[in-house]
């Protein structure tokens, strides 16, 4: 299985994890790991209960993702998974 691979700044090859899925349902709509992309991949959500509105954080652009990590890192509640790609699928379809 060929996956995909990038290249550092000094030529040496690394496998990025590319996000796969954020559990709504730990997160806290903290935004850390909004401030923490780049890539405009993740965006807010409300949702109305009885006597508030929840926020929480949404994979709205998966494409868009480098696979760096950088979101997982910086979320105190563990709400992303991660996963390498085939070099052949691109696209993303979650
Ligand atoms: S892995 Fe990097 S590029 Fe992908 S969503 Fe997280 S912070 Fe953004
Ligand atoms: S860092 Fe984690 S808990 Fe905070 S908004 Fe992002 S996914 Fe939710």
């Not at 994979?59 to 992303?80: L, V």
Request: aromatic share 10%.
């Amino acid at each position: 299985m060929a996956l995909i691979t990038g290249l550092t700044r000094d030529g040496h090859e690394w496998t990025p994890d590319f996000i796969k899925t954020l559990d709504k349902e730990l997160c806290i709509g903290c935004g850390r790991c909004y401030k923490s992309c780049t890539r405009n991949v993740l965006a807010y959500e409300e949702v109305d209960t009885e006597d508030t509105v929840k926020a929480y954080m949404k994979i709205a652009n998966g494409g868009n993702c480098i696979g760096c990590k950088a979101c997982g890192q910086n979320c105190p509640k563990g709400c992303f998974s991660f996963e390498p790609v085939e070099a052949h699928a691109y696209g993303y379809t979650s």
